[in-house]
Each structure stands twice: as structure tokens, then as C-alpha cells.
């Protein structure tokens, strides 16, 4: 009896790695959260250019980088329908848009867009 050829291709790929908790599939290992706020460090620290490698703006560029994630983050589970927390919505709003104006990050023309 010959396998059939569906089960034969599935045994020529490699074993998925799932997450034992979740059971979600993880490709590269890291999740939409993690990879995004690692593109925008990414173009904030060349955005600033020479500035960008101090350690104290580099501390204020991850955190911008995470508010900004988790703000979008949470607007996306409003649009979903999920529970959600308006006033803390704001407040992570209101502290990028604090953080971006201290390092002077106050137009997002020169950044590339974002797929959210």
C-alpha cells in the first residue's frame, strides 16, 4: 500500500514549533508586537541620525517605540469589538505624542508607512 501523497509531503516538512501554552503557530519567533516595535526603532534611530546612539535616546526611542505599538495595539481590539479602556488608550497617546515631541519626532512624513 502506498502512501497517499498527502500524507507523504506532510512527512517531508519539518516539525512546527507551536507555543505549548496557546497553541499558536510561531513562525520566526517573535510576535506582531515584538517585530514592529523593532522597525520602529529602526527608523526612529535613523531618523536621528548620530543622535540616535546615545543611551539615554536610545532608552526614549525604545519606549516611543513600545507606546506607539501597544496604542496601536489597543485601537485595533476597539475596531475588533474586544473590551477596551478608553482612558488608558488616551493616556498611551498622549505619552508617545510627549515622548515624539521631546526627541523631536514631530512629523511622520519622513518615516515609512506602517501596516498595522
Known sequence: MQPSPRNSDYAALPPVRRNKRHGKKRIDGRSWTARQVRSLIQQYSDCLGEQ???????????????????????????????QFDLLAISRLEIAARRLR????????????????
Open 52 to 82: 540616535a546612539k546615545r543611551p539615554l535616546v536610545q532608552g526614549m526611542i525604545a519606549k516611543l517605540a513600545e507606546l506607539e505599538t501597544i496604542a496601536a495595539a489597543q485601537r485595533a481590539a476597539v475596531i475588533n469589538g474586544r
Open 101 to 116: 515631541a521631546r526627541l523631536v519626532l514631530t512629523s511622520r512624513h519622513h518615516l515609512q508607512s506602517r501596516r498595522y
